[in-house]
Nanobody, 119 residues
Framework: QVQLVESGGGLVQPGGSLRLSCIVS??????????MGWYRQAPGNQRELVAQ???????NYADSVMGRFTISRDGAKKTVFLQMNSLKPEDTAVYYC???????????WGQGTQVTVSS
């Protein structure tokens, strides 16, 4: 199966930046046959999609983060990134990396990394 390991979370002040990384490993056909996404879940809230980058190279963002967050992927490193700028307290959540195989449609999740934006 596929394993996803996130890193890069932490505590930052409002207006600060963080860069999340998700390393993809394990059994999969091709990194570029996977749709990748970042989700987040705050206490008491539903899990929500933050950003995704598809196997077709298309990127999508939640309205709440558009213009502040950027998702990207590195095929050589088999890693997906989420650059988060101009962070707000409402961005505080556990951020999860997600992959979906275009071939099998199977989904995989990372363990999550905590992002806390507070002064």
């Amino acid at each position: 199966q596929v394993q996803l390991v996130e890193s890069g979370g932490g505590l930052v002040q409002p207006g600060g930046s963080l860069r999340l990384s998700c390393i993809v490993s394990g059994s999969f056909f091709n990194f570029y046959r996977m749709d990748m996404g970042w989700y987040r879940q705050a206490p008491g809230n539903q899990r929500e999609l933050v950003a995704q980058i598809t196997s077709e190279g298309r990127s999508n963002y939640a309205d709440s983060v558009m213009g502040r967050f950027t998702i990207s992927r590195d095929g050589a490193k088999k890693t997906v990134f989420l650059q988060m700028n101009s962070l707000k307290p409402e961005d505080t959540a556990v951020y999860y990396c997600n992959s979906r195989s275009v071939i099998s449609t199977r989904e995989y999740w990372g363990q999550g990394t905590q992002v806390t934006v507070s002064s």
